[in-house]
């Protein structure tokens, strides 16, 4: 299979060095993505080429991954893609995840990032590359060194094997092959090649994060390090107008506590030598704080605001069909529907931190970022350097979900603005898991209002529907290209680009401005938008008295291909127990696209201690190529145990008087093990497509699916969420 | 029976009660029925407040919290009121309180047994006659009798640490029961005194 | 500021800290051993789980001042525990991870179940490891590997 043609210029730079083995770069021209690429044209830097392939004397094959990993697998889903065009020795692979630099750009994107389940989607092919052309410099090499042909060359297991039996490790040929051209053009593997992509290849980080040998950014320990934390206004955007701190600088081991600026409004850093007395002054600071002029957002005048707001039309997304079909369908086969969302913090497992060193015309810096790029940007301007004057450090992170990608860099900036103070120290900045529940960057609420009118057919004829949500992306650098008539997308994905034939749709939105900050939240406006299609679906099923599968498929346009694969794989895979579930249990049924992969999810559900018990969850996936099946397995079983923050009681930011209620995993309560299904069976459709992502298409299905269950059982839709009864 | 003559019967059996109360402590006080009744409720006022009913639940978990809602991290009940391996009660309550993190402690952090639920499995509490009733009944209340019962107030350190409960992870005082330990003594040897009565349904 | 002698892992350890700092911080800062994890302070996720006298304790609430001579066993000793061991091996063996930074505190909650119930039930598992965070949502893949574990142990695995 010879590698498709890539629009973009691009070409391999080689160097050997002794003491390292061959270095293999691709040097990306970023003015070569056009206006695809969120950044300015005329920011692209030249920087020195980075490696992606290490290839060490002892063998060892060191692979650098673009993207963070954030327990999606990328770490070992790319680097398997690579070895395995390489012919590499998978039990001598290596993988790190790379620092920030233009090199490890997303090739569509065009910034260092990893968000939109893009990782494999994205960095496929060109993994498989840079794995290829490596291979072929390494086969040049021992062809010149036997006077013989590449062709005549085989390679395996990090060994090329000669016509007449000669044999040469990679680590042996590594100095001679980077003296070789690098190939414009490379065969790749045709799929029946594959040695790893397509198997069910084990974690490569496993152990170590099972043997508390693994740093994560807070782990971090750099000689002379200072620990600081930083107390926030309790209203986003206040500022600090007084500071009582003598009780807090009586605190030993704490070296400073000064005002600084935030990404809205001022607070106050606490220095310490180690975390504990630092959280100990802060608590004992008395800070008067200034909110004038700063809107104090309260939870019960918001969802008044938004009732308002959707009962009128707003910007209008689609239009479709008859705009007046509704009014002709009588009143009694019309349904009018409401439906909440609250706020939802991330709350990702590993609390905030970054770390940062400044050195007056240089600076380091350790993140566990999803935005290399913007972060490195924000950092250099905080200190008055070039971007590439700030060394950034990826490091492992414990979870993100959205919540470590932030166009604005809050936390990297409060690091840097803290680190300028006490330069030639390295300030290892911590938010508390209180500074994290409270400290905003939620997914946004939502109204829905939605109004169908049934055909006779059971069908939907009409719908109508507004959407109410701040817009995630006004003021943020994917303002030009994500906004298209004041429409914010990701507010209404999941909706606007629905697979259901729905001849006369539609649809509008509101994007009211609150002053909380906002963020994405693993698979974005899907959480909400699929919620509201496959609830109300599935009560249009009901009340056409047609099974939940069937109806479905019956309503899917016939080019739905990625849900009606699925969907069939669904029947099959639950035919054994669906229709045959205990007293008490009921089926639940969903499917939804998001991010070009189709999901289909049924749950078998009872109500236990006042709950839902989620006794099984059966998926079945279409992501193209399952690059690696047990990658995909994993991010299903576990990706719906995250969604179900969606249903939990506790499971909702509110405000009052502008400050938020919540404070810790006591008030905001994510998913434990008995919220979560107690088995998740994974089917995947067979398929040669390009992969699509699995990161966040397991959240949209599951808590519809649950919540339909509910409706069966109790007769019951519940529209409002998060469930505190059922 | 006409109400006139029940009541009348319910007088006679209490002063013939209270006789026999007071033949009982004839070193003390005479304490009338219906002082060890006010007594009682004194002692019910206590038991009810959140510092102890917190671990007197009918359900597989603890409360905590002058709202008593349910206890952070599921911890349950286990089979004999101490936690489950991995979630033991004294895993976090340590023998005395940890007030720079907000956790209280004492010795032998445990729940009390199910016999000894003074709410229902609503979490609500039971009334004034059902924890009497509960508190009495000596084949539910690890056998102890009137004595016994003041003992367990005196002294057992789970009781007293209701007026010791420590300070909450934001530094603030936990509230105490509605009477000191020593009027919640006194409450309860007036209450033993009477012979422990219970009030009427 | 007052010294402490502990026993972690077996080794004596002296540290000079507040009295008040939680055994979490002298554990990760004091002592480096930051296999203990930072979840929430507030003992509600579990990430801070140890052994402390044996029991599995949250170490984000325990002052320094509390823990006396009792023995402390952290993560890292239980690649050489005999229960330890077989639980990180069944851990990997079902590709339990994924951002991996609850993993600490579950395998010493798993590891406290299976010392006390060598065949633990699903209400067992559910019971014990019901208070143990985990964001990514690997729960369905904890209960394999308890379950792995626990058939390993019985075959007289340790």
């Given at each position: 299979?010879?590698?498709?043609?890539i629009?973009r210029?691009?070409f391999?730079?080689?160097?050997?060095?002794?003491?390292?083995?061959?270095?293999?770069?691709?040097?990306?021209d970023?003015?070569?993505?056009?206006?695809?690429?969120p950044?300015?044209?005329?920011?692209?830097?030249?920087?020195p080429?980075?490696?992606?392939?290490?290839?060490r004397?002892d063998?060892?094959?060191?692979?650098?991954?673009n993207r963070?990993?954030?327990?999606?697998?990328?770490?070992t889903?790319?680097?398997?893609?690579?070895a395995?065009?390489?012919d590499?020795?998978?039990?001598?692979?290596?993988?790190?995840?790379?620092?920030?630099?233009?090199?490890?750009k997303?090739?569509?994107?065009?910034?260092?990032?990893?968000?939109?389940?893009?990782?494999?989607?994205?960095s496929?092919?060109?993994y498989?590359?840079?794995g290829a052309?490596?291979?072929?410099?390494?086969?040049?090499?021992?062809?010149?060194?036997?006077?013989?042909?590449?062709?005549?060359?085989?390679?395996?297991?990090?060994?090329?094997?000669?016509?007449?039996?000669?044999?040469?490790?990679?680590a042996?040929?590594?100095?001679?092959?980077?003296?070789?051209p690098?190939?414009?053009?490379v065969?790749?593997?045709?799929?029946a090649?594959?040695?790893?992509?397509?198997?069910?290849?084990?974690?490569?980080?496993?152990?170590?994060?099972?043997?508390?040998?693994?740093?994560?950014?807070?782990?971090?320990?750099?000689?002379g390090?200072?620990?600081?934390v930083v107390?926030?206004?309790?209203?986003?955007?206040?500022?600090?107008?007084?500071?009582?701190?003598?009780?807090a600088?009586?605190?030993?081991?704490?070296?400073?506590?000064?005002?600084?600026?935030l990404?809205?409004?001022?607070?106050?850093?606490?220095?310490?030598?180690?975390?504990?007395?630092?959280?100990?002054?802060?608590?004992?600071l008395k800070?008067?704080?200034?909110?004038?002029?700063?809107?104090?957002?309260?939870?019960?005048?918001?969802?008044?605001?938004?009732?308002?707001?959707?009962?009128t039309?707003?910007?209008?997304?689609?239009?479709?069909?008859?705009?007046?079909?509704?009014?002709?369908?009588?009143?009694?086969?019309r349904?009018?529907?409401e439906?909440?969302?609250?706020?939802?913090?991330?709350?990702?497992?590993?609390?905030?931190?970054?770390?940062?060193?400044?050195?007056?015309?240089?600076?380091?810096?350790?993140?566990?970022?999803?935005?290399?790029?913007?972060?490195?940007?924000?950092?250099?301007?905080?200190?008055?350097?070039?971007?590439?004057?700030?060394t950034?450090?990826?490091?492992?992170?414990g979870?993100?979900?959205?919540?470590?990608?932030?166009?604005?860099?809050?936390?990297?900036?409060?690091?840097?603005?803290?680190?300028?103070?006490?330069?030639?120290?390295p300030?290892?900045?911590?938010?508390?898991?209180?500074?994290d529940?409270?400290?905003?960057?939620?997914?946004?609420?939502?109204?829905?209002?939605?109004?169908?009118?049934?055909?006779?057919?059971?069908?939907?004829?009409?719908?109508?529907?507004?959407?109410?949500?701040?817009?995630?992306?006004?003021?943020?650098?994917?303002?030009s290209?994500a906004?298209?008539?004041?429409?914010?997308?990701?507010?209404?994905e999941?909706?606007?680009?629905?697979?259901?034939?729905?001849?006369?749709?539609?649809?509008?939105?509101?994007?009211?401005?609150?002053?909380?900050p906002?963020?994405?939240?693993?698979s974005?406006?899907?959480?909400?938008?699929?919620?509201v299609?496959?609830t109300?679906i599935?009560?249009?099923?009901t009340?056409?008295?047609?099974?939940?599968?069937?109806?479905?498929?019956?309503?899917?346009?016939?080019?739905?291909?990625?849900?009606?694969g699925?969907?069939?794989?669904?029947?099959?895979?639950?035919a054994?127990?669906?229709?045959?579930?205990?007293?008490g249990?009921?089926?639940?049924?969903?499917?939804?696209?998001?991010?070009?992969?189709?999901?289909?999810?049924?749950?078998?559900?009872?109500?236990?201690?006042?709950?839902?018990?989620?006794?099984r969850?059966?998926?079945?996936?279409?992501?193209?190529?399952?690059?690696?099946p047990?990658?995909?397995?994993?991010?299903?079983?576990?990706?719906?145990g995250?969604?179900?923050?969606?249903?939990?009681?506790?499971?909702?930011?509110?405000?009052?008087?502008?400050?938020?209620?919540?404070?810790?995993?006591?008030?905001?309560?994510?998913?434990?093990?008995?919220?979560?299904?107690?088995?998740?069976?994974?089917?995947?459709?067979?398929?040669?497509?390009?992969?699509?992502?699995?990161?966040?298409?397991?959240?949209?299905?599951?808590?519809?699916?649950?919540?339909?269950?509910?409706?069966r059982?109790?007769?019951?839709?519940?529209?409002?969420?998060?469930?505190?009864?059922? | 029976?006409?109400?006139?003559?029940?009541?009348?019967?319910?007088?006679?059996?209490?002063?013939?009660?209270?006789?026999?109360?007071?033949?009982?402590f004839?070193?003390?006080?005479?304490?009338?029925?219906?002082?060890?009744?006010?007594?009682?409720?004194?002692?019910?006022?206590?038991?009810?407040?959140?510092?102890?009913?917190?671990?007197?639940?009918?359900?597989?978990?603890?409360?905590?919290?002058?709202?008593?809602?349910?206890?952070?991290?599921?911890?349950?009940?286990?089979?004999?009121?101490?936690?489950?391996?991995?979630?033991?009660?004294?895993?976090?309550?340590?023998?005395?309180?940890a007030?720079?993190?907000?956790?209280?402690?004492?010795?032998?952090?445990?729940?009390?047994p199910?016999s000894?639920?003074?709410?229902?499995?609503?979490?609500?509490?039971?009334?004034?006659?059902?924890?009497?009733?509960?508190?009495?009944?000596r084949?539910?209340?690890?056998n102890?009798?009137?004595?016994?019962?003041?003992?367990?107030?005196?002294?057992?350190?789970?009781?007293?640490?209701?007026?010791?409960?420590?300070r909450?992870?934001?530094?603030?005082?936990?509230?105490?029961?509605?009477?000191?330990h020593?009027?919640?003594?006194?409450?309860?040897?007036r209450?033993?005194?009477?012979?422990?009565?219970?009030?009427?349904? | 500021m007052?010294?402490?002698?502990?026993?972690?892992?077996?080794?004596?350890?002296?540290?000079?800290?507040?009295?008040?700092?939680?055994?979490l911080?002298?554990?990760?800062?004091?002592l480096?051993?930051t296999?203990t994890?930072f979840?929430?302070?507030?003992?509600a996720?579990?990430?801070?789980?140890?052994?402390?006298?044996?029991?599995?304790?949250?170490?984000c609430?325990?002052?320094?001042?509390h823990?006396?001579?009792r023995?402390?066993?952290?993560?890292?000793?239980?690649?050489?525990d005999?229960?330890?061991?077989?639980?990180?091996?069944?851990?990997?063996?079902?590709?339990?991870?994924?951002?991996?930074?609850?993993?600490?505190?579950?395998?010493?909650?798993?590891?406290?179940l299976l010392?006390?119930?060598?065949?633990p039930?699903?209400q067992?598992?559910?019971?014990?490891?019901?208070?143990?965070?985990?964001?990514?949502?690997t729960?369905?893949?904890?209960r394999?590997?308890?379950?792995?574990?626990?058939?390993?142990?019985?075959?007289?695995?340790?």
């Open positions: 299979m010879v590698a498709p043609a629009d210029r691009g391999l730079r080689v160097s050997f060095a002794a003491a390292t083995g061959l270095l293999v770069s691709l040097y990306l970023p003015n070569a993505f056009g206006q695809e690429a950044m300015p044209a005329q920011q692209a830097k030249v920087y080429p980075d490696a992606f392939v290490n290839i004397p063998g060892k094959i060191v692979i650098q991954v963070l990993e954030f327990g999606q697998g990328v770490q889903a790319l680097p398997m893609v690579l395995d065009e390489m590499a020795d998978w039990s001598n692979v290596i993988a790190e995840l790379a620092p920030a630099a233009d090199v490890y997303d090739p569509l994107f065009g910034m260092q990032m990893v968000g939109g389940s893009g990782s494999i989607a994205h496929f092919t060109q498989r590359e840079l052309k490596t291979r072929a410099m390494l086969i040049a090499a021992a062809a010149d060194r036997w006077s013989t042909t590449p062709d005549k060359c085989r390679t395996d297991a990090s060994t090329v094997r000669g016509p007449n039996n000669q044999t040469a490790t990679y042996e040929l590594a100095a001679d092959a980077a003296r070789k690098v190939p414009a053009k065969n790749l593997k045709s799929a090649e594959f040695k790893l992509v397509g198997k069910r290849v084990k974690r490569l980080d496993s152990r170590p994060k099972c043997n508390g040998s693994l740093k994560f950014g807070l782990d971090l320990d750099l000689p390090m200072k620990v600081a107390a926030h206004p309790p209203v986003f955007g206040a500022r600090v107008k007084r500071i009582v701190d003598d009780e600088r009586r605190v030993e081991g704490v070296t400073n506590i000064f005002e600084i600026p990404a809205k409004g001022t607070g106050v850093a606490v220095v310490a030598d180690k975390f504990w007395p630092a959280k100990q002054a802060r608590s004992r800070i008067d704080w200034d909110v004038t002029g700063v809107e104090q957002p309260d939870s019960s005048e918001l969802w008044t605001r938004y009732r308002q707001l959707g009962h039309p707003g910007l209008v997304a689609v239009n479709r069909g008859d705009a007046n079909a509704l009014d002709k369908i009588a009143a009694n086969n349904i009018v529907a439906y909440e969302f609250p706020f939802l913090a991330h709350a990702p497992m590993e609390p905030l931190n970054t770390t940062v060193r400044f050195d007056g015309d240089r600076a380091e810096a350790w993140a566990g970022s999803q935005f290399q790029t913007f972060d490195q940007m924000a950092i250099a301007e905080v200190l008055g350097l070039k971007p590439e004057q700030v950034f450090h990826t490091e492992m992170a979870g993100g979900f959205g919540r470590r990608a932030v166009t604005d860099s809050h936390i990297q900036r409060e690091a840097a603005v803290i680190a300028k103070r006490l330069r030639g120290t300030v290892k900045l911590v938010w508390t898991r209180e500074d529940v409270q400290g905003g960057y939620y997914r946004p609420i939502h109204y829905h209002r939605v109004e169908v009118g049934v055909g006779p057919d059971g069908l939907p004829a009409a719908w109508r529907h507004v959407v109410v949500g701040q817009s995630l992306l006004m003021g943020t650098p994917f303002e290209f906004i298209k008539n004041g429409i914010d997308e990701t507010a209404i999941g909706t606007n680009d629905t697979h259901y034939n729905l001849p006369n749709m539609q649809l509008s939105v509101h994007h009211p401005k609150v002053n909380v906002v963020l994405w939240w693993r974005v406006g899907h959480t909400h938008n699929a919620f299609m496959e109300m599935d009560e249009l099923a009340r056409a008295r047609m099974d939940p599968i069937a109806y479905r498929r019956k309503l899917l346009k016939p080019d739905a291909k990625k849900l009606l699925p969907l069939d794989l669904l029947d099959k895979a639950t054994a127990w669906r229709n045959k579930l205990p007293r249990h009921a089926l639940g049924v969903s499917c939804h696209e998001s991010f070009g992969t189709g999901v289909a999810c049924a749950v078998d559900v009872s109500i236990d201690n006042k709950r839902p018990r989620i006794h969850a059966t998926i079945a996936v279409d992501c193209g190529i399952a690059v690696n047990l990658t995909v397995e994993s991010q299903f079983q576990a990706g719906v995250f969604g179900l923050t969606q249903l939990v009681p506790k499971g909702a930011i509110t405000l009052k008087n502008g400050m938020v209620e919540q404070r810790n995993f006591d008030g905001y309560a994510p998913p434990y093990i008995i919220d979560t299904p107690m088995t998740v069976d994974v089917h995947i459709v067979p398929s040669s497509e390009a992969p699509t992502g699995c990161g966040e298409p397991p959240v949209p299905v599951i808590s519809p699916a649950v919540v339909n269950a509910l409706g059982l109790t007769g019951k839709r519940h529209r409002t969420l998060p469930l505190v009864t059922i | 029976m006409p109400r006139i003559r029940a009541g009348l019967l319910v007088s006679i059996v209490v002063v013939v009660v209270s006789w026999i109360g007071a033949a009982r004839a070193d003390a006080d005479t304490t009338t029925t219906a002082q060890g009744l006010a007594a009682w409720e004194q002692v019910y006022s206590v038991l009810t407040s959140p510092r102890c009913i917190n671990c007197h639940t009918a359900t597989n978990y603890p409360q905590q919290g002058d709202d008593r809602h349910r206890h952070v991290a599921n911890v349950v009940r286990g089979p004999d009121g101490t936690g489950v391996p991995g979630l033991n009660c004294i895993g976090c309550h340590q023998e005395t309180n007030d720079s993190t907000g956790v209280p402690g004492g010795r032998n952090w445990h729940l009390a199910l000894m639920r003074w709410q229902d499995t609503n979490d609500r509490a039971l009334s004034s006659a059902e924890v009497c009733r509960a508190v009495t009944d084949s539910k209340n690890d102890l009798d009137g004595p016994g019962l003041l003992k367990h107030h005196e002294e057992e350190p789970l009781v007293k640490w209701a007026w010791n409960p420590g909450k992870p934001d530094g603030s005082a936990r509230t105490l029961p509605p009477l000191t020593e009027q919640f003594i006194a409450a309860t040897r209450w033993v005194e009477a012979g422990t009565p219970c009030p009427g349904r | 007052a010294i402490f002698q502990l026993k972690v892992n077996g080794e004596h350890r002296e540290v000079n800290v507040d009295p008040s700092t939680p055994l911080w002298v554990l990760r800062e004091d480096k051993m296999g994890k979840g929430c302070g507030i003992s996720c579990g990430a801070c789980t140890v052994h402390v006298g044996g029991i599995a304790t949250r170490s609430i325990v002052p320094i001042s823990i006396g001579d023995p402390i066993v952290t993560i890292e000793a239980m690649a050489a005999p229960v330890g061991r077989v639980v990180q091996n069944a851990w990997v063996e079902e590709d339990v991870v994924q951002c991996g930074y609850c993993q600490s505190g579950q395998i010493m909650a798993a590891v406290a010392k006390v119930t060598r065949k039930t699903e067992n598992i559910e019971e014990s490891m019901g208070g143990n965070l985990c964001r990514c949502g729960y369905p893949r904890i394999a590997a308890i379950k792995t574990a626990a058939a390993e142990l019985s075959k007289g695995g340790a």
